[in-house]
């Protein structure tokens, strides 16, 4: 499988917009299509400009924090880890976005697509941790780009998805809306193993030497 599809298919299934829908629903309940639209697209704009500065500042914030690759891909494979279990097993309050159920106050409906939206509803620890990986593993400038170019496919399909809202919540109904959040939270589950090894590939070599 190619490594680019391998991304997408990791941060569709941790972005995952189908889980946030009925919050959607439950915050646009009563505006106008016109309003609906907005704040999908001032969604998907701002996962992908927070997915993308991280994707290209990732390097330098560890750099700044001196945090080795190998530290990032073991942390972040344990977030993933339990993040995948808790979503297969059902459990609402670890999917990532804390305080998603939370009230909330917005003069400015379009803000609504910045927070809580797309922060977090959308984007969480977790994705941020992987794009900053996926940063840390692409070998040129070329190949960041064409992760960013798959972080914009993301937001766009972010954004449709909330467009679509309505049909696609009746179309998919609550217990499609289930089945398809326990297939990605297997990916996810997947995902974090393949960290957690990769991480132990380059630590465990140095914990040997050092008690040799």
């Known amino acids: 499988m190619s490594i680019y599809f391998q991304i ?4 569709l299934s941790l972005l995952n917009p189908i889980l ?25 704009i701002s996962v992908f400009g927070i997915l993308g500065g991280f994707l290209f500042l990732g390097s330098y914030i560890m750099e700044g924090l001196s945090i080795h690759e190998y530290s990032l891909r073991l ?7 339990i993040l995948g279990i ?11 976005r804390s305080g998603i159920d939370k009230p909330f106050e917005v003069k400015n409906v379009k803000a609504m697509g910045v927070s809580p939206l797309a ?22 400038l070329i190949s960041k780009f064409i992760i960013l170019l798959i972080l914009a496919l993301l937001a766009a399909i972010i954004a449709v998805t909330f467009i679509l809202a309505d049909y696609i ?16 939270g297997l990916v996810v589950t997947a995902i974090a193993f393949e960290m957690i090894i990769a991480g132990l590939q380059t630590v465990m070599p140095m914990i040997l030497k050092g008690s040799s």
């Open 8 to 11: 997408f298919i990791t941060l």
């Open 20 to 44: 946030a829908l009925s919050q959607y629903l439950n915050m646009t309940n009563g505006m106008s299509k016109e309003a609906k639209r907005s704040i999908a697209i001032v969604c998907g």
């Open 75 to 81: 942390g972040g494979g344990v977030i993933l880890l």
């Open 86 to 96: 808790k979503i297969i097993l059902g459990d609402n309050a670890a999917h990532d």
């Open 119 to 140: 922060l977090p509803m959308i984007v969480g620890p977790a994705s941020i941790v992987l794009v900053i990986v996926y940063s840390q593993d692409a070998p040129n």
């Open 169 to 184: 919540a009746k179309a998919v109904g609550e217990v499609g809306i289930v089945v398809i959040t326990k297939i990605m």
